[in-house]
C-alpha cells in the first residue's frame, strides 16, 4: 500500500473505520453497560475549581444508596471506555504504520529516495484518523446500532444491564439492612 495512491487510502479508510465502528459498538454493547439514574438521584454536590480554572461539579449526597450506586457504577463504565478509546489510538497508529510503513519497506516497493520518517509519521496518523474520527461519522449517518444490530447482541447489553442493576440493588439492600442492625 502506498500513501501515494488515493484508492489505497480510501480502501485503508473505509476497511479499518468501518471495522473500528463496528467494534466500538459491540465494545459499547457488551462491555460498557451504563444504568440509568433517576433525574433526582443527586441530593447535594460540591463544587471544587479544577485544575483549568473551571468549576467541577462532584455529588457528595445521593437520594437513596442504589443511585449512589450506579452513579459510581458509571463512572467505571466511563473510565473502561476511556481505556478502549486509548486502544483505538495504540491500534491506528500500528495498523496504519505497519499498512503503509512497515508492509512496503519489507516488500521493498518503497521507493530509495522516500522520505521514510515522513512516510511513518504520515500512515500512523491517517491509522490514527480513521479509527477514531471515521467511526465517528459513521455514528452520524447511521441510526443507533441497537436497531440494527442482531437481536441476540441486543438481549445481552440487556441481560448485562439488568444483572448488573440486581447485583447492585442487592448490595444497597445488604448496605440497608446491616444500617439498621447497628442501630
Known amino acids: 500500500m502506498s500513501l501515494q495512491k488515493p484508492f489505497h487510502i480510501a480502501a485503508f479508510v473505509l476497511t479499518l473505520g468501518t471495522l473500528s465502528y463496528l467494534a466500538s459498538a459491540l465494545w459499547s454493547a457488551?462491555?460498557?453497560?451504563?444504568?440509568?439514574?433517576?433525574?433526582?438521584?443527586?441530593?447535594?454536590?460540591?463544587?471544587?475549581?479544577?485544575?483549568?480554572?473551571?468549576?467541577?461539579?462532584?455529588?457528595?449526597?445521593?437520594?437513596?444508596?442504589?443511585e449512589e450506586l450506579k452513579y459510581f457504577h458509571n463512572v467505571r463504565m466511563k473510565e473502561r471506555n476511556g481505556y478502549w478509546v486509548w486502544g483505538q489510538i495504540i491500534i491506528g497508529l500500528g495498523i496504519g504504520a505497519f499498512c503503509f510503513y512497515y508492509l512496503p519497506k519489507w516488500r521493498s516497493i518503497v521507493p530509495e529516495r522516500a522520505d521514510h520518517a515522513g512516510i511513518g509519521i504520515g500512515a500512523a496518523f491517517l491509522g490514527l484518523g480513521t479509527t477514531l474520527i471515521f467511526p465517528m461519522i459513521l455514528s452520524f449517518l447511521l441510526p443507533a446500532p441497537y436497531k440494527w444490530f442482531p437481536q441476540e447482541i441486543v438481549d445481552i447489553a440487556d441481560l448485562r444491564e439488568a444483572a448488573e442493576l440486581e447485583r447492585l440493588i442487592t448490595i444497597a439492600e445488604g448496605y440497608d439492612n446491616w444500617v439498621n442492625q447497628v442501630d
Open 30 to 66: 457488551i462491555f460498557i453497560v451504563p444504568l440509568p439514574m433517576a433525574p433526582d438521584a443527586v441530593v447535594d454536590v460540591l463544587e471544587t475549581e479544577g485544575p483549568n480554572g473551571q468549576l467541577e461539579y462532584r455529588p457528595i449526597e445521593f437520594k437513596n444508596r442504589l
